[in-house]
């Protein structure tokens, strides 16, 4: 499970609170009527168990909870932008963005679907020593699953990995820290790209 806080505890970083909103009861959001709303605000994009069918609309399923709150927070405050996402995210008050956030925390994750060819393994060899010289596997884990503030990039699309990188790199994809855009800053785009093409892939192990 994720780790909520309590309904006194409310401490998860995005909380602006909104002026004059006293009378609402400060009790945690419901799980179910979250589930709920996912499935008829969000699944036609992101896929009605998290993993979205589209190139560029990522997968959620696995995502961990406060990387999803914090990504929420970012469009919500324009600070991330994308024409459909800032539109979902401009209407959330702070309980739905940690509701919504919560229960992405629940999706396990999917993985991709097997491909007609299995991948190249010189390729998925070179890869693997990228993302350890330039220690994406320490700060998203050995599995690449992610964890806390830092998101699972293991079977994610590769377009929208490709597009992520390329945005931390030219510095159109502001992060929540700055930690993304140091890490790729003095990476060549081609090995960005050869990164995107293994995590997509990367199942693990
Ligand atoms: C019209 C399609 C659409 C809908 C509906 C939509 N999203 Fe998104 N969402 C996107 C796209 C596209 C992105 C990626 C934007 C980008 O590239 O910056 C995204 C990104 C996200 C991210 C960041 C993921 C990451 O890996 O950084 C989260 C979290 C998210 N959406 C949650 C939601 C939730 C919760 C809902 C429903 C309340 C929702 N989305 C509804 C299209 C959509
Ligand atoms: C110092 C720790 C650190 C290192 C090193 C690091 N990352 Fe990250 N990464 C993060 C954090 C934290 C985020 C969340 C971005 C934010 O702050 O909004 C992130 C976000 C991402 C995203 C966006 C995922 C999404 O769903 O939108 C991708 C893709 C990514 N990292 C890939 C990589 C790759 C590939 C490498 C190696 C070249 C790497 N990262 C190295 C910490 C790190």
């Not at 956030?101 to 990228?130: E, N, Q």
Request: glycine share 10%; charged share 20%; proline share 10%.
């Amino acid at each position: 499970m994720v780790a909520t806080p309590g309904a006194e505890g409310q401490q998860k970083p995005p909380a602006t609170r909104p002026a004059a909103s006293g009378s609402k009861p400060a009790a945690a959001p419901a799980a179910a009527s979250y589930a709920q709303r996912f499935a008829t605000l969000c699944a036609s994009c992101h896929g009605a168990n998290g993993r979205s069918v589209l190139p560029l609309t990522p997968v959620l399923a696995g995502q961990p909870s406060l990387y999803a709150i914090t990504q929420l927070f970012l469009f919500r405050e324009g600070r991330r932008s994308d024409p459909a996402m800032t539109a979902v995210a401009k209407t959330m008050t702070d309980d739905d963005m940690r509701g919504f956030s919560d229960y992405i925390g629940t999706l396990p994750p999917v993985p991709a679907p097997a491909p007609d060819t299995p991948p190249d393994p010189a390729r998925m060899a070179k890869g693997r020593a990228l993302a350890d010289q330039y220690k994406c596997l320490f700060c998203h884990g050995a599995d690449l699953g992610g964890g806390q503030q830092v998101p699972r990039i293991a079977g994610q699309h590769e377009e929208y990995l490709r597009e992520s990188l390329r945005g931390f790199h030219a510095g159109t994809r502001p992060g929540y820290t700055q930690a993304m855009t140091a890490a790729v800053s003095g990476i060549p785009l081609a090995d960005l790209d050869a990164l995107a093409w293994f995590a997509a892939r990367f199942g693990g192990k």
